[in-house]
């Protein structure tokens, strides 16, 4: 029973965090080369509701790997990084970006692991210019 | 009716939507002078709102003439899932001291600043607002060039802090509230009220052997004034134990409460029962105010009276000191009204009034005492006794606050097995002398077999005083396999929306209610069910609650309404209710391992 029980722990702490891009301009050009988006979440301190997407809706495995199967995910700072004229009324704000970075989506505010799920569903890709 | 609220939240929850309330909408901050030189600054907040208590400041710019004294607020910090947040529109009071060359008039930009966020999951940034005011100085106080205005402000916080211990913070608050608001006559009447009802609780029961028994060795002709007199002395002593010490405390600033709840005072108070209830069982006598007496008797013809009244006085001066823990609510409150307002008159007179309110009771039984209290021996022994054994009780009570849980069943394991014996439940019953002694005998026997369970359950590892066997039926589970253990899985009663959870909060009012929102999707809630739930002593504690799982795996609009009713984003969240309402500051959010939720509802 211990056993499963460790086992079950360890699968557990292998759901980890999105691998987030780095910067803005890293995040775009990983998503030129992988033929993706970039999610952009916009941050800050003093945030619960940040805190909330961060540790409990992309603890969740499944739905980090829907995120990556499409989107380079890129975490921002709304005061201590160079958000690029990227519009919010409060954090946290989603952009789901095309690699040009031209903005597909825009969701506000908190989200759970279901709701996230199927707002990802809704959001296509543009057909990229160089597609065959 | 339920079903119409159930149907309204709905509908507001589905108007509601992601849309979010704009910064302007959300806070509304404006101020005035009143008074002339202070300032009464309101932060309007937008629906479910609320402003982080940490980024809400006051600050001037531009003015060296003038420095923010103090800022009052009024309201009070809640705990919303670890950050202390005003879920209200705030009012806060802000006074100001002068330097010597400031002007009749000065004229203050006054920054307040503040951030919070919408329940509905959506964070504001920092932000300010200025407001350009003209300040009256002539009664403001000089800046005291020893005591900075930043370390006035943070002296304030401190005592606003010290009244918000764990659970217990708001009986407290009310009572500093009661004293700052009412008039003279309205708080020695609350605190006279608070004393009587602290006097129903078992905190007076050391009291009446002591009082009774102080009586009694007074001789046998004992008249219903002389009782009566006696326990007013008693009483008086008692209140004037407590005003002494509590203005004291209030004055150097201490927190009694916070005092009082270490292990040395806890530790040394329960040293006191034990002493007490040894010498109820005759196995000695208490030592000075017997000494005292005698010592006095022989001063004065007149002395053997008045010794006694001195016995009793110190009696009661110091029972006010045994029983202290007990009464942390309506101490601390005047302790924290004395610290913050230096009205140290006013709060020693509300204690005084508490203690004598108290000590309602006493007056009463010693009243009585000269008609209807029993010669020393016969069942007055019996009697004196059972008090010594409930002041064991008390005594083994209070350690359990600083004793590992085991330890504290071990104590009460002990506890009933020497009751069992001292009761004659292994000797004979006297043929012909049933009645009376065969009702004891039974209890005795009673006592005995709770006494060993608990020994044994101690022994096992249980901390469950309910449920002291615990742990062996816990192993026979596991021994009998998958099947076993499956059905072992912690029993919720699984419901999907808010007329669901009322029906339940309605029909338990006298229970703890566990309410936990899990769903399959999310992977905390399973790290708790399958490893923090799955924990035998966590298991056993939980059975103690009436457990409810608001299942909210297909997020459907009355599962959203219920997540959104407790302002939470989404599952994992464990919420508490008593009698109908959420316990404050009890809620869990996120993955917790065994050792620390068992902790968490221990406290509950």
Same mark, same amino acid.
């Given at each position: 029973?211990?056993?499963?029980?460790?086992?079950?722990?360890?699968?557990?702490?292998?759901?980890?965090?999105p691998?987030? %891009? !780095?910067?803005?301009?890293?995040a775009?050009?990983?998503?030129?080369?992988?033929?993706?988006?970039?999610?952009?979440?916009?941050?800050? +301190?003093?945030?619960? %509701?940040?805190?909330?997407?961060?540790n409990?809706?992309?603890?969740?495995?499944?739905?980090?790997?829907?995120?990556?199967?499409?989107?380079?995910?890129?975490?921002? +700072?709304?005061?201590?990084?160079?958000?690029?004229?990227?519009?919010?009324s409060?954090? !946290?704000?989603?952009?789901?970006?095309?690699?040009?970075?031209?903005?597909?989506k825009?969701?506000?505010?908190?989200?759970?692991?279901?709701?996230?799920?199927?707002?990802?569903?809704?959001?296509?890709? !543009?057909?990229?210019?160089?597609?065959? | 009716?339920?079903?119409?609220?159930?149907?309204?939240?709905? &509908?507001?929850?589905?108007?509601?939507?992601?849309?979010?309330l704009?910064?302007?909408? #959300?806070?509304?901050?404006?101020?005035?002078?009143?008074?002339?030189?202070?300032?009464?600054?309101?932060?309007?907040?937008?629906?479910?709102?609320?402003?982080?208590?940490?980024?809400f $400041?006051f600050?001037?710019? *531009?003015?060296?003439?003038?420095?923010?004294?103090?800022?009052?607020?009024?309201?009070?910090?809640?705990?919303h899932?670890?950050?202390?947040?005003?879920?209200?529109?705030?009012?806060?009071?802000?006074?100001? =001291?002068?330097s010597?060359?400031?002007?009749?008039?000065?004229?203050?930009?006054?920054?307040?600043?503040?951030?919070?966020?919408s329940?509905?999951?959506?964070?504001?940034?920092?932000?300010?607002?200025?407001?350009?005011?003209?300040?009256?100085?002539?009664?403001?106080?000089?800046?005291?060039?020893?005591?900075?205005?930043?370390?006035?402000?943070? $002296?304030?916080?401190?005592?606003? $802090?010290?009244?918000?211990?764990?659970f217990?913070?708001?009986?407290?608050?009310?009572i500093?509230?009661?004293?700052?608001?009412?008039?003279?006559?309205?708080?020695?009447?609350?605190?006279?009220?608070?004393?009587?009802?602290?006097?129903? &609780?078992?905190?007076i029961?050391?009291?009446?052997?002591?009082?009774?028994?102080i009586?009694?060795?007074?001789?046998?002709?004992?008249?219903?004034?002389?009782?009566?007199?006696?326990?007013?002395?008693?009483?008086l002593a008692?209140?004037?134990?407590?005003?002494?010490?509590?203005?004291?405390?209030?004055?150097?600033?201490e927190?009694?409460?916070?005092?009082?709840q270490?292990?040395?005072a806890?530790?040394?108070?329960?040293?006191?029962?034990?002493?007490?209830?040894?010498?109820m069982?005759?196995?000695? *006598?208490i030592?000075?105010?017997?000494?005292?007496?005698?010592?006095?008797s022989?001063?004065?013809?007149?002395?053997?009276?008045k010794?006694?009244?001195?016995?009793?006085?110190?009696?009661?001066?110091?029972s006010?000191?045994?029983?202290?823990?007990?009464?942390?609510?309506?101490?601390?409150?005047?302790?924290?009204?004395i610290?913050?307002?230096? $009205?140290?008159?006013?709060?020693?007179?509300?204690?005084?009034?508490?203690?004598?309110?108290?000590?309602?009771?006493?007056?009463?039984i010693?009243?009585?005492?000269?008609?209807?209290?029993?010669?020393?021996?016969?069942?007055?022994d019996?009697?004196t006794?059972?008090?010594?054994?409930?002041?064991?009780?008390i005594?083994?009570?209070?350690?359990?606050?600083?004793?590992?849980?085991?330890? &504290?069943?071990?104590?009460? #394991?002990?506890?009933?097995?020497?009751?069992?014996?001292?009761?004659g439940?292994?000797?004979?019953?006297? #043929?012909?002398?049933?009645g009376?002694?065969?009702?004891?005998? #039974?209890?005795?026997?009673?006592?005995?077999?709770?006494?060993?369970?608990?020994?044994?359950?101690?022994?096992s590892?249980s901390?469950?005083?309910?449920?002291?066997?615990?742990?062996?039926?816990?192993?026979? =589970?596991?021994?009998?396999?998958?099947?076993?253990?499956?059905?072992?899985? &912690?029993?919720?009663?699984?419901?999907?929306?808010s007329?669901?959870?009322?029906?339940?909060?309605a029909?338990?009012p006298?229970?703890t209610?566990?309410?936990?929102?899990?769903? *399959?999707?999310?992977s905390?809630c399973?790290e708790?069910?399958?490893?923090?739930?799955a924990?035998?002593?966590?298991?056993?504690?939980?059975?103690?609650?009436?457990?409810?799982?608001?299942?909210?795996?297909?997020?459907?609009?009355?599962?959203?309404?219920l997540?959104?009713?407790?302002?939470?984003?989404?599952?994992?969240?464990?919420?508490?209710?008593?009698?109908?309402?959420?316990?404050?500051?009890?809620?869990?959010?996120?993955?917790?391992?065994?050792?620390?939720?068992?902790?968490?509802?221990?406290?509950?």
């Open positions: 029973m211990r056993t499963l029980l460790l086992l079950f722990t360890f699968m557990v702490s292998l759901s980890a965090d691998k987030w %891009a !780095p910067g803005y301009e890293q775009f050009a990983l998503a030129k080369a992988e033929q993706k988006g970039v999610m952009v979440m916009l941050t800050q +301190d003093n945030c619960k %509701a940040c805190w909330y997407m961060e409990i809706v992309f603890e969740d495995e499944l739905l980090v790997e829907k995120i990556e199967r499409s989107f380079v995910p890129l975490s921002l +700072d709304v005061h201590d990084d160079d958000i690029h004229g990227l519009d919010y409060g954090t !946290p704000t989603f952009y789901f970006l095309s690699a040009e970075e031209k903005v597909i825009r969701l506000d505010g908190v989200y759970n692991i279901k709701e996230m799920t199927a707002a990802l569903l809704k959001i296509a890709l !543009p057909k990229r210019e160089d597609d065959q | 009716m339920k079903k119409i609220i159930a149907l309204l939240l709905l &509908t507001i929850a589905l108007f509601a939507g992601n849309k979010f704009m910064p302007d909408e #959300a806070f509304m901050p404006s101020a005035e002078v009143v008074d002339g030189d202070t300032v009464v600054a309101t932060m309007k907040l937008g629906e479910k709102i609320y402003v982080y208590k940490e980024k $400041d600050t001037l710019k *531009e003015n060296s003439a003038l420095k923010i004294a103090k800022i009052e607020i009024a309201n009070k910090a809640e705990d899932d670890g950050e202390m947040v005003y879920m209200e529109d705030i009012k806060a009071k802000i006074s100001f =001291a002068k010597s060359s400031a002007a009749a008039q000065e004229k203050v930009l006054l920054v307040m600043h503040y951030q919070g966020c329940e509905a999951g959506l964070c504001y940034e920092p932000s300010e607002k200025v407001f350009e005011l003209e300040i009256a100085t002539a009664s403001l106080p000089l800046i005291s060039t020893e005591t900075p205005s930043d370390e006035i402000k943070k $002296d304030e916080v401190a005592v606003e $802090d010290a009244a918000k211990d764990e217990g913070a708001s009986e407290t608050d009310e500093v509230a009661a004293l700052k608001g009412g008039s003279v006559l309205t708080i020695l009447a609350v605190f006279f009220g608070i004393g009587v009802v602290l006097s129903l &609780t078992p905190c029961f050391p009291m009446i052997p002591i009082l009774s028994s009586i009694v060795s007074q001789g046998e002709d004992i008249s219903a004034k002389r009782g009566f007199t006696l326990s007013l002395v008693y009483v008692m209140a004037f134990a407590y005003s002494i010490a509590g203005v004291l405390a209030g004055v150097f600033g927190n009694l409460q916070v005092l009082l270490n292990e040395w806890i530790g040394g108070f329960a040293l006191v029962f034990i002493a007490l209830a040894f010498s069982f005759g196995f000695y *006598e030592g000075l105010p017997a000494s005292w007496q005698s010592k006095l022989s001063a004065s013809d007149s002395a053997s009276s010794g006694g009244f001195v016995g009793v006085a110190v009696m009661g001066f110091l006010a000191l045994i029983v202290g823990p007990c009464v942390a609510p309506g101490l601390a409150g005047a302790l924290i009204y610290g913050q307002t230096g $009205d140290a008159l006013l709060g020693g007179v509300a204690l005084f009034v508490m203690s004598i309110g108290m000590g309602l009771p006493l007056l009463l010693g009243a009585g005492a000269g008609k209807f209290m029993p010669r020393p021996g016969g069942w007055m019996t009697l006794h059972v008090f010594g054994a409930v002041m064991l009780a005594a083994i009570w209070m350690l359990s606050r600083i004793l590992p849980d085991m330890v &504290t069943m071990m104590l009460w #394991a002990i506890f009933f097995i020497f009751s069992a014996v001292y009761m439940a292994f000797e004979p019953l006297e #043929a012909g002398k049933r009376w002694n065969a009702l004891v005998k #039974a209890i005795g026997v009673l006592f005995m077999i709770y006494g060993v369970l608990l020994f044994s359950g101690a022994l590892g901390t469950s005083m309910l449920t002291p066997l615990d742990q062996f039926t816990n192993k026979a =589970a596991v021994v009998e396999g998958s099947s076993a253990l499956k059905s072992a899985k &912690t029993p919720f009663q699984i419901i999907h929306s007329a669901e959870l009322d029906a339940i909060l029909a338990n006298d229970k209610v566990m309410l936990d929102f899990a769903a *399959e999707w999310c905390s399973k708790m069910e399958h490893i923090t739930f924990d035998a002593a966590v298991k056993a504690k939980m059975g103690e609650f009436v457990l409810v799982q608001a299942d909210v795996t297909d997020n459907t609009d009355e599962e959203r309404a997540t959104k009713r407790f302002g939470l984003f989404g599952p994992p969240g464990i919420l508490f209710f008593k009698q109908n309402r959420e316990i404050k500051n009890a809620r869990i959010i996120g993955y917790q391992p065994p050792e620390k939720f068992l902790a968490h509802i221990k406290k509950l």
